[in-house]
C-alpha cells in the first residue's frame, strides 16, 4: 500500500526532508498534491514529484477545500500559519504530521487539541527526538529504574554560533513578532523529552535570559553592514562567508538560501538576501541564551539551558537519581554513560547507530507517521502529550518577560477537556 499525501509549504522542511523521504520510499510514500505560496517552492517541488498543475496550489486552504484522494496531510509552513492549516486538515479528514510548534501561541495549541480530539484522523507533531535511537535509550534506561529516582536533571541544548545566527539572529525565527518565541521553536523538543523521561508533572517554573550578543553596539570595529562589502573583520564567528561560501557544504544550511549551489549563486544570495547581513545589524529581538529552573510534583527538579553560543551543536544531559547518575552527549558524538553511586563503577550503555537527519529522528518519524497511517495507529507522542511540551515552552517565556514564578496547574485547567 502506498500512502498518498498532500504537502502544505514546500521549503526547506517540506522538499528535503519529507519529499526527500517520499523519493526514498516511492512503495510507501506519494505526494500527489502540494501548496506554497512561493511559486519556486511549489514549481521545484511539483517537478520533483511529478504533481501536475491542478494539483498545485498557492493557496493551502484551495487545497484543503478540494476533495482529493490523499489520506496523509503534512505541514511544513511557517508557525504561525501551522494551527489554521492543521485545524482544517484534520476537520477534513486526513491524518496529519504538522511541523513543530504545533502553533505559535498558546491559545492556538488549546484549540488544536481540541480540534485533534474530535477529528476522525490522527494528529503527530514532529518530535523528532523522541524517534532517535539515542533518546529511546536513555527513555529506557530511565524506565528500567536503573537511576533509582530522578532527583534533579540538568538538559543544556547547545547552539553552534553559526546555527543561531542563521536560524535566529539573520532567519525565520529572528523577530517576535514573526514566529514563535525561541524557547518554543527550539526547545519544544527539549521539553517533550524531559515530560516523555520523567513522565511527571511540573509544578512551578521561572526563567531568565536575554538577546546578549546581537546589537549594533556590540558589532566588531569596523564590520560592514553586510558581510559581503566585503567586511574586513575576519575573526567574526558570524561572518556569512565563511558558512555559506564553503563548497563542502552542499545541503543545510546554504540550500534555505539558494538552489543554485555555485559559488556565483551563493554569494548572490548573500549580497541580495537577509542571510548576507552583519549578525550585529540585522535586527534580532529574541533571546540568544536562556534558562529554565522546573519543579516537578514529586520535588524532583530540572534545569533546561539553552543558548546560541556554542563550538559544536549537541544537546548534554545529566540525570541524577537516588542510586546512579546518568551522563549523555548527543550530536556529532553520541555518548549514554551510567555510574552507579554505590560501586562508582561507569557503564558506557550503546547506541545504535542512525544516519539521517537529527540523529536518525527525521526519517524514524516519517516510518512511524506512514505506519500510523496504514493501520490506524496510534501516534508515539499524541495532540494532548505535545500540548505540555509547548504549555512550559510558552510559560517559561512568559515568566522570563514577567520576571515572575508561574504556577503551571492553573494554565492546564484552562486548557480543552482533553487535557
Not at 132 to 150: D, I, N, S, Y
Not at 356 to 378: K, L, Y
Request: aromatic share 8%; charged share 25%.
Amino acid at each position: 500500500m502506498v500512502v498518498e499525501a498532500m504537502l502544505i509549504g514546500a521549503g526547506q522542511r517540506g522538499h528535503h526532508v519529507y519529499g526527500r523521504w517520499a523519493q526514498d520510499h516511492p512503495d510507501r510514500l506519494r505526494f500527489v498534491a502540494v501548496a506554497d505560496p512561493d511559486p519556486e517552492h511549489l514549481r521545484r517541488f511539483a517537478a520533483a514529484h511529478n504533481i501536475p498543475p491542478a494539483r498545485q496550489f498557492r493557496d493551502p486552504f484551495e487545497l484543503l477545500s478540494r476533495e482529493l484522494a490523499a489520506s496523509a496531510c503534512v505541514i511544513a509552513s511557517p508557525d504561525r500559519r501551522h494551527c489554521d492549516q492543521a485545524t482544517t486538515a484534520l476537520k477534513a479528514g486526513h491524518h496529519v504530521l504538522s511541523e513543530k510548534p504545533m502553533a505559535a501561541t498558546l491559545e492556538d495549541c488549546y484549540r488544536l487539541v481540541e480540534a485533534a480530539a474530535a477529528a476522525p484522523g490522527t494528529f503527530h507533531v514532529a518530535h523528532v527526538l523522541r524517534y532517535t535511537p539515542f533518546f529511546q535509550t536513555v527513555h529506557r534506561v530511565l524506565a528500567e529504574g536503573r537511576l533509582g529516582e530522578v532527583v534533579t536533571v540538568e538538559h543544556r541544548e547547545n547552539v553552534r554560533s553559526w546555527h543561531m545566527a542563521h536560524s535566529y539572529v539573520r532567519g525565520n525565527w529572528a523577530r517576535a513578532g514573526e514566529a514563535a518565541p525561541m524557547i518554543v521553536a527550539k526547545c519544544c523538543h527539549d521539553f517533550d523529552i524531559l515530560s516523555w523521561n520523567l513522565g511527571l508533572a511540573v509544578t512551578r517554573l521561572s526563567s531568565f535570559g536575554s538577546l546578549f550578543e546581537f546589537h549594533p553596539h556590540r558589532a566588531p570595529p569596523g564590520a560592514t553592514d553586510r558581510c559581503t562589502d566585503p567586511c574586513p573583520v575576519l575573526d567574526c564567528p558570524y561572518d556569512a562567508r565563511r558558512v555559506y561560501l564553503d563548497p563542502a557544504i552542499q545541503g543545510w544550511p546554504v540550500h534555505v538560501l539558494t538552489d543554485d549551489l555555485s559559488t556565483e549563486g551563493r554569494l548572490r544570495a548573500l549580497q541580495e538576501g537577509p542571510y548576507g547581513r552583519c549578525a550585529y545589524r540585522a535586527g534580532s529581538d529574541v533571546v540568544d541564551h536562556q534558562v529554565v529552573a522546573m519543579e516537578y510534583e514529586n520535588g524532583a527538579s530540572a534545569v533546561l539551558h539553552m543558548h546560541g553560543h556554542s563550538h559544536e551543536e549537541n544537546r548534554t544531559m545529566r540525570y541524577d537519581g537516588t542510586r546512579a547518575t546518568l551522563r549523555g552527549r548527543f550530536g556529532r558524538q553520541q555518548v549514554i554513560e551510567v555510574t552507579d553511586h554505590a560501586r562508582a563503577n561507569t557503564e558506557v550503555v550503546e547506541v545504535a547507530t542512525s544516519g539521517g537527519g537529527h540523529g536518525g529522528g527525521d526519517d524514524s518519524i516519517m516510518e512511524a507517521f506512514v505506519s500510523s497511517v496504514e493501520t490506524g495507529g496510534a501516534p508515539l507522542t499524541s495532540a494532548a502529550e505535545s500540548f505540555e511540551s509547548h504549555l512550559l515552552a510558552f510559560l517559561a517565556e512568559e515568566a522570563r518577560l514577567r520576571g515572575e514564578v508561574v504556577d503551571v496547574g492553573p494554565h492546564r485547567r484552562l486548557g480543552p477537556k482533553s487535557q
